[in-house]
């Protein structure tokens, strides 16, 4: 267990529509990355937030937007879903600035379906 | 943008034979981190090396980072069933690991 908790475990939703997903970090840790892991495109970063700050962006679309909330944890938003989108999305935490030398720890993940 | 390619894509080995990942990078890496993913689990961190040369080991397993700080690979020794699962590689785009790339990831197959 990585102290790390993501809700739901899986998704299954229609085209268009739109979820949110919940990463909850370990204790202590102030920085938050969201990957999207698929068959095709492997463990593609999307972003990361620091102390509620957003830090850096990957290859995120605009129909996907996140959030760190206060209490550290954060939800990644996904809109006008599309069949590509069905993915594993893993939320990762780390302590400090995301400076180097800083491992990543790994929620389990959520399975999105889109039908 | 930063690439990393591992090699190969995928092995198959009988147990107790050796197993040897390679890890490419398109730029020069500030330090390098290895993950293991267990079939149906999530990343999990195994090692950072951060000098150039750089050999680590952990039990049967074996890390090294490039003189160019280039590549890296992992070699395991005398392959268990527990070993199966997917390895990859990652490093900091632009020197900062807010943004880490991961490689192409090998995945590991172990049979008796």
């Known amino acids: 267990d990585s102290g790390v908790t993501q809700t739901p475990k899986h998704l299954i939703t229609a085209t268009g529509q739109r979820v949110t997903l919940r990463c909850s970090p370990r204790?202590?840790?102030?920085?938050v990355y969201w990957y999207q892991q698929s068959l095709d495109q492997g463990l593609q970063f999307l972003i990361h937030?620091?102390?509620?700050?957003?830090?850096a962006k990957g290859n995120i679309l605009e129909r996907f937007s996140a959030q760190q909330f206060p209490d550290l944890h954060s939800e990644l938003n996904l809109s006008s879903l599309e069949l590509g989108d069905s993915a594993l999305y893993f939320c990762?935490?780390?302590?400090?600035?995301?400076?180097?030398?800083?491992?990543?720890?790994f929620g389990p993940g959520t399975r999105l379906t889109v039908l | 943008g930063q690439q990393v390619m591992q090699i190969p894509q995928y092995q198959h080995v009988q147990e107790g034979e050796d197993f040897t990942t390679y890890c490419n990078s398109s730029?020069?890496?500030?330090?390098i981190q290895w993950y293991k993913q267990r079939p149906g689990g999530h990343p999990v961190f195994l090692i950072q090396?951060?000098?150039?040369?750089e050999v680590k080991k952990q039990k049967r397993l074996t890390f090294q980072f490039g003189e160019a700080k280039k590549n890296s690979s992992l070699h395991i020794t005398a392959t268990q069933t527990t070993d199966v699962g997917t390895y990859f590689c990652?490093?900091?785009?632009?020197?900062?690991?807010?943004?880490?790339?991961f490689g192409t990831g090998t995945r590991l197959q172990v049979t008796l």
């Open positions: 990762a935490s780390s302590g400090g600035q995301g400076a180097l030398w800083n491992e990543q720890f």
């Open positions: 204790s202590g840790d102030l920085s």
């Open positions: 937030y620091y102390n509620g700050e957003e830090r």
């Open positions: 730029t020069t890496l500030s330090n």
């Open positions: 090396l951060v000098k150039s040369g």
């Open positions: 990652a490093g900091p785009d632009g020197g900062t690991a807010s943004k880490l790339t």
